[in-house]
């Protein structure tokens, strides 16, 4: 164990302590080189970080844009979409909730009327109770 922390130490001390070197970029008669040390005569160092302008690097990376602008229209008609579907669905979903209500409104009392009638008219409401929890049972329970 005393081995292995001491390797993995000596790894990061040579790790974090190696120097770090310059490259230097140097063009002569059209020749780009690489080099550690400064251009000599009759070469001209050229900054090695920026790229060098190159036209068709520009015309990707602006095909590359507007396929961004395009991907990004699209996702946000998408989301446009599913938002006006959600809506949708959450009209539909109160108007069924609304009338399952107002249908068990019903259902109740067309039992309350069968309970408080007598005779032939207790026959008539109880069919009408019935009927009511039909239509409640056809509409509001789920398949």
């Known amino acids: 164990m005393h081995t292995l922390l001491s390797t993995l130490a000596m790894l990061a001390l040579l790790l974090f302590s190696s120097p770090a070197m310059a490259i230097y970029k140097c063009e002569s008669d059209g020749k780009t080189t690489y080099s550690d040390v400064p251009c000599g005569a009759g070469m ?3 900054d090695a970080d920026a ?3 190159d036209a068709e690097a520009q015309r990707r990376a602006q095909q590359e844009k507007a396929a961004l602008q395009r991907m990004e229209a699209t996702r946000s008609r998408q989301q446009a979409a599913d938002e006006k579907e959600r809506q949708r669905a959450l009209k539909k979903r109160q108007a069924r909730q609304k009338q399952c209500s107002e249908l ?22 109880l ?17």
């Not at 409104?105 to 005779?119: I, M, V």
């Open 104 to 125: 068990a409104l019903r259902l109740k009392w067309a039992r309350e009327d069968a309970e408080q009638t007598y005779g032939r008219s207790r026959d008539k409401a």
């Open 44 to 46: 001209r160092e050229i």
């Open 51 to 53: 790229p060098p302008p």
């Open 127 to 143: 069919r009408n109770a019935r009927r009511a929890e039909e239509r409640y049972d056809l509409r509001c329970t789920p398949s």
